[in-house]
């Protein structure tokens, strides 16, 4: 069965949740990362953004990887945002990542 990725007859529609933005507290820095991996493995690329507490840009960064896993790839933009921070002297950092597997980490 051919399946049309724009036909929105189904009757799985799923829910809708509306979000927003929330800046860090005070003398925070939020970090926001994402990796992406067409096949797993596959052709992947990683990003991310410091962003201060009143949502100024403070930098951000991406790469383009070959073939690397969707984990792996997730765990190389938060490593790669953290020891950006670090090396602007940023001491306190609120990351916020997409990848359950990554947020469950202990």
């Known amino acids: 069965m051919d399946i049309n990725p724009l036909d929105c007859t189904s009757s799985d529609r799923g829910t809708e949740e509306l979000i927003r933005w929330e800046p860090p507290l005070q003398h925070w820095v939020l970090l926001n990362t994402d990796g992406a991996s067409k096949g797993n493995p596959g052709v992947a690329a990683e990003g991310g953004i410091l962003r201060g507490p009143r949502g100024e840009w403070i930098c951000g960064f991406s ?44």
């Open 63 to 106: 790469k383009n990887f070959g073939a690397c896993t969707a984990v792996k790839v997730e765990l190389k933009a938060v490593l790669r945002g953290l020891r950006m921070a670090r090396d602007l002297g940023v001491q306190k950092v609120w990351l916020q990542a997409d990848s359950m597997v990554i947020v469950g980490v202990r």
